[in-house]
């Protein structure tokens, strides 16, 4: 069982910049690909960015693709996103997900391909 923790969340006006956190409780997390998705109240739950377990890969929607970086310290057990220009349609819940394996450049944006999810965090941009 792979046990995810996510910070960083807050109310930010819009250009403005956040950093996600995301913490995973096990010890082999440098095999785990690793995504963001987020959920907006009345709208399904959609993808953001995936990152490989080797971290050479990486995804994004074309909403966020050049204003939101994933990254990952499999030292720290921890997956990044950083925010930036933020506008008030990125307000949502972010969540981080994990599976287990595939190949070194395995990054799918596919939510139904991840075995494990955090609780999420509340982002809130400002007009």
């Known amino acids: 069982q792979v046990h995810l923790v996510e910070s960083g969340g807050g109310l930010v006006q819009a250009g403005g910049s956040l950093r996600l956190s995301c913490v995973a409780s096990v010890q082999t997390f440098n095999r785990y690909a690793m995504g963001w998705f987020r959920q907006a109240p009345g709208k399904e739950r959609e993808f953001v960015a995936a990152?490989?377990?080797?971290?050479?890969?990486?995804g994004y929607a074309d909403s966020v693709k050049g204003r939101f970086t994933i990254s990952r310290d499999n030292a720290k057990n921890t997956v990044y996103l950083l925010m930036n220009n933020l506008k008030p349609e990125d307000t949502a819940v972010y969540y981080c997900?994990?599976?287990?394996?595939?190949?070194?450049?395995?990054?799918?944006?596919?939510?139904?391909?991840?075995?494990?999810w955090g609780q999420g965090t509340q982002v809130t941009v400002s007009s």
């Open positions: 997900a994990a599976v287990y394996g595939g190949s070194y450049d395995y990054a799918s944006p596919n939510e139904y391909e991840y075995d494990y």
């Open positions: 990152i490989s377990w080797s971290g050479g890969t990486t």
